[in-house]
């Protein structure tokens, strides 16, 4: 019973993972890189749904992972550049070109979340 209610709500958190990052990769496609951001967010969401119905291979979670981390890696000295402003809530704002560093730092937040997505695939 426990196990079919674990289930049950991982499938629901899959669907709702699916839905956030379908969205998230719409949106990018206005963005001056959008078909990098758009495969990367839709990738993830196309784990999230297929593994409600079907065993995706770790492998292929897991390197996926590491693209992720290594990719996020090159971001982030910009995040840390981001923690010494004054100002953090540039961060929601327009991109400005002279700070580069708020772009890296949003691109090292969509890494990390799309990561914590498919490290909740490898939970059993």
């Known amino acids: 019973?426990?196990?079919?209610?674990?289930?049950?709500?991982?499938?629901?958190?899959n669907f709702?993972?699916?839905?956030l990052f379908v969205i998230f990769a719409v949106l990018q496609l206005n963005d001056p890189d959008p078909v990098l951001w758009f495969l990367i967010y839709l990738i993830v969401a196309i784990i999230a749904l297929v593994s409600n119905y079907m065993v995706v291979p770790k492998l292929?979670?897991?390197?996926?992972?590491?693209?992720?981390v290594v990719y996020a890696a090159m971001h982030?000295?910009?995040?840390?550049?981001?923690?010494q402003?004054?100002?953090?809530?540039?961060?929601?704002?327009?991109?400005?070109?002279?700070?580069?560093?708020?772009?890296?730092?949003?691109?090292f937040i969509g890494l990390s979340m799309a990561l914590a997505a498919l490290l909740f695939q490898l939970k059993k």
């Open 85 to 107: 402003t004054d100002n953090k809530s540039e961060i929601f704002g327009e991109m400005v070109y002279e700070k580069a560093y708020l772009e890296g730092s949003r691109e």
């Open 60 to 68: 292929v979670i897991v390197l996926i992972c590491i693209g992720l």
């Open 76 to 83: 982030f000295s910009l995040l840390l550049e981001w923690f």
């Open 1 to 13: 019973m426990i196990k079919a209610q674990s289930s049950r709500v991982k499938k629901i958190i």
């Open 16 to 19: 709702i993972l699916c839905g």
